[in-house]
């Protein structure tokens, strides 16, 4: 399995700011995810980030709000913008097993916006 | 379209009894299944994973999950709950899509309570 690695941990962020999320993995991995977990509920994708290409946002999701970057097999970011309290999530990025359907997530990244 | 049904929010067993966490599923092809296990302030951790090579699939720390096809569940158990234990569970179906790879759909969790 990958070790999956996010930072920051947690922030606490004023409404109309953005904020950043990396993920790092220890292995190159060609298809990386992006996740939102708002309090109490499941988990619902984001954006699917291929290296060397534009990301696949989900519908509900634009780029506009939530840009993501992946300039190589090991690492993506995920920008979350003009935020609003609403945005109050934990954001999960998980990584592909070549060739399978089965992923392994990040620790998250505990967002709250004031 | 596919989807996972967890047909409990919430479950509360005492420490050393049984755990039984149900799962149905709606697919129109014999679809790949997930257990992940998310412990209070962690990332999601996979506990098992179902691709038609077996019917019962054995994972980490004791679970284990039973694909029945003709009842279309996929429940998790384990014979005997640990304080560890404690934490939301999530079924999760891999969902094909034309013209891209996959998609995880995510049950809406079952928080797992183990009393001493």
């Known amino acids: 399995s990958a070790v999956i690695s996010q930072k920051p941990s947690r922030d606490i962020c004023q409404r109309g700011t953005s904020l950043t999320i990396q993920c790092q993995v220890d292995s190159q991995v060609t298809m990386m995810f992006w996740y939102r977990q708002q309090p109490g509920q499941s988990l619902t994708l984001i954006a699917t980030a291929n290296q060397g290409s534009e990301a696949t946002y989900e519908s509900g999701f634009v780029i506009d709000k939530f840009p993501i970057s992946r300039p190589n097999l090991t690492f993506s970011t995920l920008t979350v913008s003009n935020m609003s309290p609403e945005d109050s999530s934990i954001y999960l990025c998980?990584?592909?097993?070549?060739?399978?359907?089965?992923?392994?997530f990040g620790p998250g990244t505990r967002l709250t916006v004031l | 379209a596919q989807s996972v049904t967890q047909l409990d929010s919430h479950v509360s067993v005492s420490e050393g009894t049984p755990v039984l966490l149900r799962c149905n599923y709606s697919?129109?092809?014999?679809?790949?299944l997930f257990w992940y296990v998310q412990h209070p302030n962690k990332g999601l951790q996979l506990l098992l994973k179902y691709t038609s090579a077996a019917t019962l699939v054995k994972g980490i720390n004791g679970f284990e999950a039973e694909f029945k096809k003709s009842e279309t569940s996929f429940h998790l158990t384990k014979p005997s709950a640990h304080m560890s234990d404690a934490a939301e569970y999530f079924c999760?179906?891999?969902?094909?899509?034309?013209?891209?790879?996959?998609?995880?759909?995510f049950g809406k969790g079952t928080l797992l309570t183990v009393n001493p």
């Open positions: 998980s990584v592909e097993v070549p060739g399978t359907d089965t992923q392994y």
């Open positions: 697919s129109s092809y014999s679809p790949s």
């Open positions: 999760v179906v891999s969902v094909f899509r034309r013209g891209s790879n996959y998609k995880l759909t």
